[in-house]
Nanobody, 126 residues
Framework: QVQLVESGGGLVQAGDSLRLSCAASGGTFSSYNMGWFRQAPGKERDFVAAMSWGGYTYYGDSVKGRFTISRDNAKNTVYLQMNSLKPEDTAVYYC????????????????????WGQGSQVTVSS
């Protein structure tokens, strides 16, 4: 059983930067692909970014060029660096873990992930 705990959310202004962290425990972190998703009020949970344990990255179109996902396997932590934030980035951000034997690719599908964190609120004011 893998536990995921997000941190780093908050209230920022448009154009600011923020870094989210997700600390994992209870599993072999280096065997899991990690993803970030977000959910705004009244909307579905959307894919933001993912990184395989082998280093492959994939981004949603709305964040490409502004957000960067990274991971530190020694710290069992995945990060989401968010730059040039916009009001439409306001949402609860969730990290997720997917066990993968190969680590060569990642998925943006919500139902492909095995474990989820509790979420961290990010609010961007205009």
């Amino acid at each position: 059983q893998v536990q995921l705990v997000e941190s780093g959310g908050g209230l920022v202004q448009a154009g600011d930067s923020l870094r989210l962290s997700c600390a994992a425990s209870g599993g072999t972190f280096s065997s899991y692909n990690m993803g970030w998703f977000r959910q705004a009020p009244g909307k579905e949970r959307d894919f933001v970014a993912a990184m395989s344990w082998g280093g492959y990255t994939y981004y949603g179109d709305s964040v490409k060029g502004r957000f960067t996902i990274s991971r530190d396997n020694a710290k069992n932590t995945v990060y989401l660096q968010m730059n040039s934030l916009k009001p439409e980035d306001t949402a609860v951000y969730y990290c997720a873990a997917q066990y993968d034997a190969y680590g060569s690719t990642v998925t943006s599908a919500v139902n492909e992930y095995d474990y989820w964190g509790q979420g961290s609120q990010v609010t961007v004011s205009s």
